[in-house]
């Protein structure tokens, strides 16, 4: 299952509801929503509240991707303002062993991410453990950014894994997705691709129709 997972990073905040309306008529099912701190990561984005509210009228899959320092403590939060997943960063938490099942007991299903300085035999250990992994390709912080060439042979060691494993496991990239990335990204092993800036920058219509049509030509280029 392939998907196209915009980023409310990058959103017109001011018109944030009616963004989300333009995603779902346009065929998006899955939502991106980074939560950010400013302790894990440089920058403060926007928590439980703004979740809470657009999960009232939206019926999105709510990607919910923690860049925070000891998630744990906030696991029951936005489970209960309406997440569908939860992905922690492996490099933020106490005991990953513990979040993970902690996510798993909350009910949504869990996702494990890493920067791009973290390498993927961190997290090899635990792929049965969760439903998704995230492989950051660029700094976490910050939307906009360029996409991190030597980030691409992490997704292929981890799709390799996956498939050794014989697991059902996401692989999601985060970071610098755009025309020029896509199938680079595709092609490695990822199949749950972030977009920001990509798509929120300019008309949102036609650049959601632009970036579904051309996943779909990778698509029938790599199947
Ligand atoms: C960055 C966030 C991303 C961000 C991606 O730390 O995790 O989800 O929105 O933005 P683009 O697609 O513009 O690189
Ligand atoms: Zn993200």
Same mark, same amino acid.
């Given at each position: @299952?392939?998907?196209?997972?915009?980023?409310?990073?990058?959103? /017109?905040?001011?018109?944030?509801?009616?963004?989300?309306?333009?995603?779902?008529?346009?065929?998006?099912?899955?939502?991106?929503?980074?939560?950010?701190?400013?302790?894990?990561?440089?920058?403060? =984005?926007?928590?439980?509240?703004?979740?809470?509210?657009?999960?009232? %009228?939206?019926?999105?899959?709510?990607?919910?991707?923690?860049?925070?320092?000891?998630?744990? *403590?906030?696991?029951?939060?936005?489970?209960?303002?309406?997440?569908? =997943?939860?992905?922690?960063? $492996?490099? $933020?938490?106490?005991?990953?062993?513990?979040?993970?099942?902690?996510? *798993?007991?909350?009910?949504?299903?869990?996702?494990?991410?890493?920067?791009?300085?973290?390498? #993927?035999?961190?997290?090899?250990?635990?792929? %049965?453990?969760?439903? @998704?992994?995230?492989? @950051?390709? +660029?700094?976490?912080?910050?939307?906009?950014?360029?996409? @991190?060439?030597?980030?691409?042979?992490?997704? *292929?060691?981890?799709?390799?894994?996956?498939?050794?494993?014989?697991?059902? +496991? /996401?692989?999601?990239?985060?970071?610098?997705?755009?025309?020029?990335?896509?199938?680079? +990204?595709?092609?490695?092993? $990822?199949?749950?691709?972030?977009?920001?800036?990509? #798509?929120?920058?300019?008309?949102?219509?036609?650049?959601?129709?632009?970036?579904?049509?051309?996943?779909?030509?990778?698509?029938?280029?790599?199947?």
């Amino acid at each position: @299952m392939y998907q196209l997972c915009p980023s409310i990073l990058s959103a /017109d905040f001011n018109r944030l509801g009616e963004q989300i309306k333009t995603l779902e008529k346009e065929g998006v099912e899955w939502l991106h929503i980074d939560v950010m701190d400013g302790d894990f990561v440089p920058s403060i =984005s926007f928590g439980m509240p703004v979740i809470k509210s657009i999960r009232k %009228e939206s019926k999105l899959f709510f990607d919910v991707h923690l860049m925070v320092t000891e998630p744990e *403590r906030y696991i029951r939060d936005f489970v209960a303002c309406g997440a569908d =997943s939860i992905t922690v960063h $492996a490099e $933020a938490c106490e005991d990953i062993e513990r979040t993970i099942e902690q996510i *798993r007991e909350a009910g949504v299903k869990v996702g494990i991410s890493i920067k791009p300085a973290t390498p #993927v035999n961190d997290i090899s250990h635990m792929l %049965e453990d969760v439903d @998704m992994v995230l492989i @950051m390709t +660029v700094q976490p912080g910050f939307g906009g950014q360029k996409y @991190m060439d030597e980030c691409t042979e992490k997704i *292929r060691e981890v799709r390799e894994l996956i498939e050794a494993e014989n697991l059902n +496991v /996401d692989v999601q990239v985060d970071g610098g997705i755009n025309d020029e990335t896509m199938e680079t +990204v595709m092609t490695a092993g $990822a199949n749950l691709l972030v977009a920001g800036s990509y #798509v929120f920058n300019g008309d949102l219509e036609a650049n959601v129709r632009h970036a579904r049509a051309k996943m779909d030509e990778i698509i029938q280029k790599i199947d």
